[in-house]
């Protein structure tokens, strides 16, 4: 749905202070699917930037670290000219708030979603305007349905010194955290249980154990037990999974 749901001052005031009383140190904003930066057609952009300005307007006021955001897709249309539409959409939802970040989430891999691999971030970093509120959210999961190898320290450590050369770790603001129901190369987005897909237990540990993560917040973003979404036991799981990785790099 496009409607935004409105807030008032108060409610921002009472998010924050339920936030500050909580053992939460972050909070995240996921923009709708919906949104599609990169689209030629004019209503279709129109709704895109309404929304997401929304969503920074509602990440000001609830002190959010970012707004992780699906930059667009192509749906047919040439790569270069998609690409800078959705930069172009991008800063003009940035000029129109005030503090929050955008942080461009990497994809899949597939060809449509812009996105697909660290070059990609980069050029839409770029072409958004390269400001410091402009950042990245990395999924584990797509990295390697997009093809990054991560699942042992060191292949993991490549990806990360890659990341660093072409984007700047210093635009890393976030982790999706989701086991891949797709292999290595599958080059499709489909979300599996911790420990239950691809990366394995052993995979989702050396994510969440990689050195220049620690501190940043990390979303798990998985069906869940009943379909329903991940509950307290998966968090519970996700966290042996990183005290086993962390064992194993000492």
């Known amino acids: 749905m496009w ?24 909070v995240a904003i996921h923009a709708i699917y919906l949104i599609n930066c990169a689209s030629k057609e004019r209503d279709v952009r129109r709704k895109s930037l309404t929304s997401l300005e929304q969503a920074l307007r509602v990440g ?6 970012g707004v992780v955001l699906h930059a ?13 539409r959705a930069g172009k959409a991008i800063a003009e939802a940035l000029s129109e708030s005030e503090r929050c970040p955008i942080l461009l989430e990497n994809t899949a891999g597939t060809q449509g979603p ?21 950042g990245v959210c990395i999924d584990c999961c797509h990295l390697l349905a997009s093809g990054f ?26 982790l999706h955290v989701n086991d891949s129901a797709i292999p290595l190369g599958g080059n499709r987005d489909k979300h599996a249980n911790v420990g239950e897909g691809e990366l394995g237990p052993r995979g ?38 990183r005290r086993a990785a962390l064992k194993r790099r000492q």
């Open 204 to 241: 989702i540990g050396t994510f969440l154990s990689e050195p220049r993560f620690e501190g940043l917040p990390a979303l798990i973003e998985t069906p869940g037990p009943d379909g329903h979404g991940p509950d307290r036991r998966e968090v519970q799981r996700a966290k042996r999974m």
């Open 149 to 174: 190898e991560i699942r042992e320290p060191d292949q993991l450590a490549g990806v990360v010194d890659e990341l660093d050369a072409k984007v700047g770790l210093d635009r890393l603001r976030c």
């Open 114 to 134: 812009l996105g697909r691999n660290l070059d990609e971030l980069a050029d839409l970093l770029e072409l958004a305007g390269g400001g410091r509120r402009l």
């Open 3 to 26: 409607r935004p749901t409105t807030y008032t001052d108060d409610d921002f005031a009472a998010f924050r202070e339920a936030i500050s009383g909580s053992s939460l140190k972050a």
């Open 72 to 84: 667009g897709a192509r749906k047919g249309e040439p790569h270069d000219a998609s690409m800078r």
């Open 60 to 65: 000001d006021g609830i002190g959010a670290v």
